[in-house]
């Protein structure tokens, strides 16, 4: 099992592209999520689906668009990027019971600078 | 709304014992976890607490008070791959979302 994948690992945009970060997890997960990591600090959700069909907003929400394609695919656009989204972005999953831990897997993120 | 807060930065000897806190104000609770960062790499899970007391798991022990809203991660014997980033994270009542603290860098020095 490949657990959570991401891509692209690392990309350079411009202000003003746009992109379309890909998530994809096979352990059968219903929850993934997207979090945005800048230098030195926490994650920030910025976007969750608990199940499939399903997306709502984190915690930082703005200049981002989420499409949960199927059960396995969870993908994270940037419609027009600004220097203040460059960051790194991580990818994960959860079982989503309400028992237990219910711990999240990451996946091994996304570089991005916007010049 | 949540907030979490931990101390930015410990450094420690091979060998010793750090103990990281996490103070949270939260409008729902449901359990407190902990997640490990190398640099460069993604979160990983290291422990969760939903009820009050001491979890173990080998070197790494987990703590919760609920009534004082207060956690701690406590790493023994510290070995050199131990330098990293530890976060704690609550989950929300009734939910599967997780909020982050700022992390705390562990430095483990020869």
């Known amino acids: 099992n490949a657990g959570v994948t991401q891509t692209p690992k690392f990309q350079v945009l411009k202000t003003g592209q746009s992109m379309t970060l890909q998530c994809a997890q096979d352990m059968n997960h219903n929850s993934m999520y997207w979090y945005r990591q800048d230098p030195g600090m926490g994650l920030r959700l910025i976007y969750y689906s608990a199940s499939e069909g399903t997306t709502d907003k984190g915690e930082v929400p703005n200049g981002y668009n989420v499409s949960r394609l199927n059960k396995r695919e969870f993908s994270l656009r940037l419609e027009s990027a600004a220097p203040s989204q460059t960051s790194v972005y991580f990818c994960a999953s959860s079982e989503s019971n309400l028992e237990g831990t219910d711990t999240q897997y990451f996946g091994p993120g996304t570089r991005l600078t916007v010049l | 709304g949540q907030s979490l807060e931990q101390p930015s930065e410990v450094t420690a000897v091979e060998g010793a014992i750090v103990q990281i806190n996490c103070t949270y104000q939260?409008?729902?609770?449901?359990?407190l976890s902990w997640y490990q960062q190398h640099d460069g790499g993604a979160p990983t899970f290291l422990s969760y607490n939903a009820l009050d007391g001491l979890e173990e798991t080998g070197r790494f022990s987990s703590f919760l008070s609920r009534s004082d809203s207060y956690g701690y991660l406590l790493l023994q014997e510290l070995q050199m791959k131990d330098s990293a980033s530890y976060f704690c994270a609550v989950r929300e009542a009734a939910g599967n979302k997780l909020t982050f603290g700022g992390g705390t860098r562990v430095l483990v020095k020869p």
């Open positions: 939260t409008s729902g609770f449901y359990g």
